[in-house]
């Protein structure tokens, strides 16, 4: 199922129908990971799963957190905020929620980020990591990143180059209120299995790399590769984090 039926139900004590769908699919996509981890000879406890949220409404994350989801995505800022705090003043409570910034950030949003989310993956600038550290309260846990690698050297896309990568890394590991934790990937769309596997492990590739040449080398355990097209060759490469929107929630 990919869509979300908007008819209410006959029954007004049957669940919401969307509730159903989203539980559904998230049990569709349980089972891809851990046939993929299979395949791989990897532990389906290995491979976490990302519930990309963005332009659904708080009522998708309050679905998906009933039946069981604790990591959420969002892109959008604004949107993200407002669902952030929605999801915080309802009446039952999801302790333990994670929030994951997968969006781009420009330097006037930081204090957002810093603010509101307890992981950023689309780090790929030294100002934009400074202005975090900065920003974090002391009374928050430190910012987990990852930094964001352009693995196709698409112009249009944010990411820092391959060359630059260790540079950035051996600086933002020392920033006191982010801790470092891994890659993460946007590779252009592809749709064989092969190709798809090629880009991924050269990613890998780049993360064992910068793995050896960090100060706390232990922290440093996230991958963040794999969407709904093409988590199945990215858990064969590596991931620790699949990021999935669609297969979870319908189509945007
Ligand atoms: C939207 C988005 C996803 C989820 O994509 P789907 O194809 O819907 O699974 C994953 N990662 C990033 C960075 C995104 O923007």
Request: glycine share 6%; with cysteine.
């Amino acid at each position: 199922m990919t869509s979300l039926p908007t008819a209410l139900p006959a029954d007004p004590a049957a669940p919401a129908p969307d509730r159903i769908c989203i539980s559904t699919n998230l049990a569709a996509v349980h089972e891809r990971i851990r046939r993929a981890c299979a395949a791989a000879g990897r532990e389906a406890t290995a491979v976490h799963l990302l519930a990309v949220s963005k332009t659904f409404g708080a009522e998708a994350v309050v679905a998906a957190a009933a039946a069981g989801q604790q990591a959420f995505g969002e892109n959008y800022l604004q949107e993200a905020v407002a669902k952030i705090q929605a999801v915080q003043t309802l009446p039952q409570s999801f302790a333990g929620l994670e929030w994951h910034c997968i969006g781009p950030v420009q330097s006037n949003k930081t204090k957002l980020v810093a603010a509101h989310f307890d992981w950023l993956h689309t780090l790929d600038r030294l100002k934009i990591a400074e202005r975090l550290s900065a920003q974090r309260a002391a009374d928050q846990a430190p910012l987990n990143v990852c930094l964001q690698v352009n693995m196709d050297g698409e112009d249009s896309k944010s990411g820092v180059a391959p060359q630059a990568l260790l540079d950035l890394a051996q600086a933002v590991a020392v920033l006191p209120r982010l801790r470092l934790r891994g890659l993460m990937t946007i590779p252009a769309p592809r749709t064989d299995f092969q190709s798809q596997l090629a880009v991924h492990q050269a990613a890998r590739a780049l993360f064992e790399q910068v793995k050896t040449q960090l100060p706390v080398p232990h922290d440093f355990d996230t991958l963040s590769m794999g969407m709904s097209a093409d988590l199945e060759a990215a858990i064969h490469a590596g991931s620790t984090l699949v990021r999935v929107g669609s297969a979870i929630f319908g189509q945007r």
